[in-house]
């Protein structure tokens, strides 16, 4: 696999060098891999795109993305790490398929949307939970932690400050840099624990906890550089807000305490009834 991304790359690389690079439109990009690794990798995944252009709807794709993630972490969980390489690796091409096919065709929907985000995060959670089953022996466990609380922060931050129409779209580690960043490192760890080395899994293992520290570490400073970004947009928002809304200010009605009613004194006790005689008794 890693040879023929890196083949690939070289005669990507070429072509943009003889100016012909191929036109891939507008690419959406980030500021990880930038304008030219994005295209790149849609130029990559073209021949999938085309392929399924029209014989299979983007609900379908987004399902079948799921369910490579959980393929993926049932893999890794049993220690199979390249098949979770491969699993991880379509799945993180069929997530970008799915948008970019509902754009072509014009299908862009909200029930799309909801399913698509939604699905995202499931098949993140599936995924670090094979990891975690795979490190359940070993203290990059809690790297593993890290790495799920901090995914799953940038995400709901970024959903939360939509929420309150505030546009969050930045950010060191997103999702595309997560599903690279892990795909890297299981594919070197799987390469080193087939090795003869008498330590092989246990370099295997670090090698995988230290790309969920990674993982864990630069998520949770995205999602709290956004957090504090939104917070900023919000402040000014409301600081606007209240600066022009006219200050009303009502005067507090003076409390006044009502008298106490006076009573009569009782000049004589009640009769009890049982002491009362009726006209009846009285004629007995």
């Known amino acids: 696999m890693g040879a023929t991304l890196c083949a690939t790359f070289l005669i990507y690389c070429g072509m943009c060098a003889l100016g012909k690079a191929p036109d891939m439109g507008r690419v959406k990009h980030n500021q990880f891999f930038g304008l030219f690794m994005a295209r790149y990798l849609i130029w990559l995944i073209s021949p999938v795109e085309n392929l399924l252009l029209g014989r299979v709807s983007p609900n379908t794709i987004t399902a079948l993305s799921l369910a490579m993630c959980g393929a993926c972490a049932v893999a890794v969980g049993l220690g199979e790490l390249g098949a979770g390489v491969w699993l991880f690796s379509v799945a993180g091409i069929l997530d970008i398929v799915d948008g970019r096919l509902a754009r072509r065709l014009n299908r862009t929907t909200e029930s799309g949307a909801l399913f698509d985000s939604v699905s995202d995060r499931w098949g993140e959670l599936f995924v670090f939970a094979g990891y975690a089953w795979y490190l359940r022996d070993s203290v990059w466990l809690l790297a593993v932690m890290g790495a799920i609380g901090g995914s799953m922060m940038v995400s709901y931050t970024r959903a939360r400050a939509e929420g309150l129409k505030v546009e969050l ?116």
């Open 169 to 284: 779209s930045g950010g060191l580690m997103q999702r595309a840099e997560r599903v690279f960043v892990v795909v890297t490192g299981t594919m070197l760890a799987a390469w080193v624990t087939l090795s003869n080395s008498p330590t092989a899994f246990a370099d295997g293992t670090t090698i995988l906890g230290g790309t969920m520290a990674v993982v864990g570490i630069t998520s949770t400073g995205t999602a709290i550089s956004r957090w504090i970004m939104a917070y900023r947009v919000l402040a000014k928002r409301d600081a606007a807000r209240f600066a022009a809304a006219p200050i009303v200010t009502t005067a507090a009605e003076p409390i006044v305490a009502k008298p106490e009613p006076v009573r009569s004194p009782e000049i004589f006790a009640p009769v009890p009834k049982s002491l009362v005689r009726t006209p009846e008794a009285q004629a007995v």
